[in-house]
């Protein structure tokens, strides 16, 4: 089946920094999604991109669609201590029909 | 005012016991799903429904069987609960259409010992 890599697995960084974090497949995918996930809750959806180079921001969130179509990041700028949890990017493949594939997450933990 | 609800929201049984899972969405949506997070918090699909029609069955045992009465529920029912069940569960639910678009449960915690 795909598979999702991403990267950090894990990140732990001060209030105010910026982080970065990012999402390769193997093959290629028609959308990119990232989510988020708090502790003891589901996942949210944060930003949806929908074409090969799509740059969307959703508050001081910020992601791309690979022009390769085989990857995306996401930025975070200016971290608050509630942006703590889990980022999952997914994925829908090009073979995949109706089912989106999951990264393993990166676990953000900001420090006031 | 929830769109997505699930209960139970923590489950602990035995093995070899038989359980259920609850979900319900208010959001006029026509497709739901169930999703598996392990101790890695990998996730990963289990089932869809769309319209109360099984459209997406992956690999999961048939100890697994999801039952749609009307297309804002969908239930998880476990026969024979193995140690490796242990997990937890998300629903989700979209249309069919925006798929891509899932919102999700608060998730059930489901502890099998």
């Known amino acids: 089946g795909q598979q999702l890599n991403q990267s950090p697995q894990s990140m732990f960084i001060q209030e105010g920094e910026d982080v970065s974090m990012n999402c390769t497949s193997s093959?290629?995918?028609?959308?990119w999604l990232w989510y988020k996930q708090d502790p003891g809750e589901g996942p949210v959806l944060l930003i949806a991109?929908?074409?090969?180079?799509e740059l969307t921001s959703n508050g001081r969130l910020t992601a791309q669609f690979g022009i390769t179509r085989k990857d995306s990041f996401l930025n975070i700028s200016a971290s608050i201590p509630s942006d703590v949890g889990i980022y999952f990017c997914a994925g829908q493949g090009e073979t995949s029909g109706s089912r989106l594939t999951f990264g393993e997450g990166t676990q953000l933990t900001v420090n006031p | 005012d929830t769109a997505v609800s699930q209960t139970p929201k923590y489950l602990v049984t035995q093995m070899g016991n038989d359980k259920s899972i609850k979900c319900e969405q208010n959001?006029?949506?026509?497709?739901m799903y169930w999703y598996k997070q392990d101790s890695k918090k990998f996730l990963k699909i289990m089932f869809s429904?769309?319209?109360?029609?099984?459209?997406i069955n992956e690999t999961v045992p048939n100890r697994f069987s999801p039952k749609s009465p009307d297309k804002a529920h969908l239930n998880l029912h476990i026969n024979s609960l193995e140690l490796g069940d242990s997990a937890v569960y998300f629903c989700?639910?979209?249309?069919?259409?925006?798929?891509?678009?899932?919102?999700f449960g608060p998730g059930t915690r489901l502890t099998v010992l």
């Open positions: 991109l929908y074409k090969a180079g």
């Open positions: 959001l006029g949506h026509d497709t």
């Open positions: 989700a639910s979209s249309h069919l259409r925006e798929f891509r678009t899932q919102y």
């Open positions: 093959s290629i995918f028609n959308t």
């Open positions: 429904y769309n319209n109360k029609e099984l459209i």
